[in-house]
């Protein structure tokens, strides 16, 4: 019995959300009062596993092979898969992330248990043993328990708290030699994706735009003003007003400003878990009943195609 995290890594460095999950995990773990295990796959990452046991595991799970370098959805659902079914852990936690996304899918239905995606909370339910999953599901939060095992969660990027690095942490690395089938796929080059930084994580002020947005330009002439960074919702990236790299929430970037204003946007549960920690909130709708008022510190409901200029003609005045 034991609660595992998979330890992504990318060119042998630990991704992020391996110290996010090893923070939940430790917590999981410790409620459970059972080891916490991470599963580190790859080539030349033996460094990296000294690393999780200071953040927070007590054992981690070593699978190197060449073969491993790079994610390989068939490979590496072979390996893991065979490592779940030999040691049997109660919890399995995988990053939302590209990877992450696509590997556990594969995993739950090779292991025929449940799997919850894009979770922004987790307990334990101690008498059950069971783990209770919050993620939001269209517009509303839901929480899911699951009573096949191994319970499986994909965890929202930056929503964990990570674990201070203690490099006192002593803790097992367990070498296991791999059975690796042929990949499905044959990999011939990989070229990196040209994206344009958007920088709304590390943005203080953040004006995001939403559908209800006609006129493009004034909102950016309110952020250029503020000093702030141009978020957007999923409609306008669909739309292609602004790239995907510019997206808050569930699918998109989690971002925590001193200041976020949103304008002509519903609050769909998806937008505001990646918003809802900002330190305030603005919202300005036309709808007074549009959900982002409820986690808006203030609310202006009107025309926002009216409201902006009146803000931008304050500003500039103020500036003046
Ligand atoms: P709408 O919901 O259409 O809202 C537009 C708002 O503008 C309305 O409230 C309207 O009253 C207001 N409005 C219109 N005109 C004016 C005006 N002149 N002045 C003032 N207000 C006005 N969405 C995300 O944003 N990020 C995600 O990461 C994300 N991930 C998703 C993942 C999944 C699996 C799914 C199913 C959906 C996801 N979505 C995501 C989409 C999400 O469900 C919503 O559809 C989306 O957030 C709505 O965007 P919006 O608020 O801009 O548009």
């Known amino acids: 019995m034991s609660v595992w995290i998979f330890a992504e890594q990318k060119k042998e460095q630990l991704a992020s959300i391996s110290l996010e999950l090893s923070g939940i995990g430790r917590q999981l ?6 080891d916490l295990a991470a599963l580190l796959v790859g080539s030349g990452v033996e460094p990296l596993a000294r690393e999780l046991i200071f953040r927070g595991a007590d054992k981690v799970y070593l699978v190197e092979d060449p073969a ?23 919890i399995v936690l995988f990053g939302a992330t590209t990877i992450g996304r696509a590997l556990a899918p594969r995993l739950a239905c090779a292991l025929d248990t449940g799997l919850s995606a894009h979770c922004v909370d987790l307990k334990v339910d101690k008498s059950k043993r069971q ?14 328990v699951c009573d096949s095992r191994p319970q499986m969660a994909t965890i929202q990027l930056g929503v964990m708290p990570t674990l201070p690095r203690d490099d006192s942490r002593k803790g097992e690395i367990i070498r296991v030699d791999p059975e690796i089938g042929p990949p499905d796929v044959e990999i011939l080059s990989v070229e990196p994706v040209k994206q344009e930084a958007s920088g709304i ?5 953040i004006v995001a735009v939403g559908r209800g947005v006609k006129d493009f330009p004034l909102l950016q002439e309110l952020a250029r003003l503020l000093g702030a960074v141009v978020g957007a919702t999923m409609p306008v990236v669909d739309a292609g007003i602004l790239p995907e790299s510019y997206m808050i929430g569930q699918t998109g970037k ?9 304008c002509g946007i519903s609050g769909a549960g998806q937008h505001i878990v990646g ?10 709708n036309k709808d007074e009943t549009a959900p982002i008022f409820e986690v808006a510190d203030y ?4 025309d926002l195609h009216k409201i902006v200029p009146a803000l931008i003609a304050a500003l500039k005045a103020s500036q003046a």
């Open 275 to 284: 918003m809802q920690n900002s330190e305030v909130i603005v919202a300005i």
């Open 299 to 302: 609310g202006i409901v009107g």
């Open 29 to 34: 773990a410790d409620e459970l009062e059972v």
């Open 131 to 144: 783990l209770v999953q919050v993620c939001p599901f269209f517009d509303h939060m839901v929480t899911i």
């Open 68 to 90: 491993l370098r790079r994610y390989q959805a068939s490979t590496y659902q072979k390996v893991i898969e065979d490592l779940i079914v030999r040691y049997n852990p109660e």
């Open 254 to 262: 989690i971002v925590k400003p001193k200041l976020y204003i949103g």
């Open 201 to 205: 994580e590390e943005a203080e002020v």
